[in-house]
């Protein structure tokens, strides 16, 4: 049955993420103007311990707004598949993830290039604690980093690799 067929209480409220599609909008954009300031702010000045630890809570700001976008465009695109208000939102929101991992990549990678006791030092503080699981995954993943120039060149393949199932549609 489509969504509209469906009892209200039945359907997902994606008003609870975003008031309407309006809001929805904006919310992009937000996203966006904050990813590329985090960049602006970050790359290459993460050695400074004051800038490292606003940075963690910058990005941590990040990902929850992009996984609130990704929920409301996902939510009501499985619901709904012939909307297609839905059907864009859920093609925007691939896109935004390969752009805000194209955006981003310098970071884990800047990150994993820092001295293992460093970061479980920064972890320790006061600041620092509710990092403190992204900081050991950082560091676990250290030796699998590559170089900044190529994992920003695999970031910008994470679309056309990983979602080929959009060709179908």
Known sequence: PLRSDLPLELTWQLELLYADQAAYES??????????DFA???????????????????YATIIEQLHRISGYASLGYETDKLNEVYESN???VEDLYEWQGQQLTFYD???AQMDQAYLTEISQTAEGTPYQYFLAEVVRQKETHLSQEVEEVLSGLDNSLFNQYRQYL
């Open 109 to 111: 990678n800047q990150l």
């Open 90 to 92: 859920m093609s925007r």
């Open 27 to 36: 919310a992009l954009e937000e996203f966006k103007s904050k990813v590329t």
């Open 40 to 58: 602006t702010s970050y790359n290459g000045k993460l050695a400074d311990q004051t800038l490292l630890l606003k940075s963690l809570a910058d």
